[in-house]
């Protein structure tokens, strides 16, 4: 089950940025910088998810501190990234109307990054701190 939701996300987006390219709006600006920023965006949302490893969890969970990679400047890079690429699908499918969508869908990320910044206070202490503050996001 666990192995399911730790790919969910990926199946979702993939689907999504299929009907985008193949019902979006074909020739419309909107739909080539969807395509674009979604396509440039994936490739280090999944290398972000890679480098996590073992420790990632659906659920804020402290298994282990994730310093290297791109870890090593966000602290939250499968946050970022698959925001942006789930942030070019929509537009690529929806057009400009999708940032209305795509604001709803970073607010829970957001969210969720905050959580799991406590968990990792909690759980690391001082390390977190250093880690924190040497970091973005």
């Known amino acids: 089950m666990k192995r399911t939701l730790r790919w969910l996300d990926v199946a979702v ?59 090593s400047k966000l602290r939250h890079p499968i946050y970022v990234f698959g925001t942006v690429a789930f942030l070019g699908a929509v537009l690529a499918m929806l057009g400009w109307s999708a940032l209305v969508v795509w604001v709803v869908v970073a607010l829970v990320q957001f969210r969720r990054a905050g959580r799991e910044d406590r968990v990792l206070a909690q759980a690391f202490g001082p390390e977190y701190a250093a880690y924190r503050d040497a970091t973005w996001f």
């Open 13 to 71: 987006y993939l689907v999504l940025l299929a009907l985008a390219a193949w019902f979006g709006p074909h020739g419309a600006a909107v739909w080539y910088v969807g395509l674009c920023l979604s396509l440039a965006a994936a490739p280090l949302w999944l290398a972000a998810k890679g480098q996590l490893g073992e420790a990632f969890s659906v659920r804020p969970e402290a298994r282990r501190l994730v310093t290297g990679g791109l870890y």
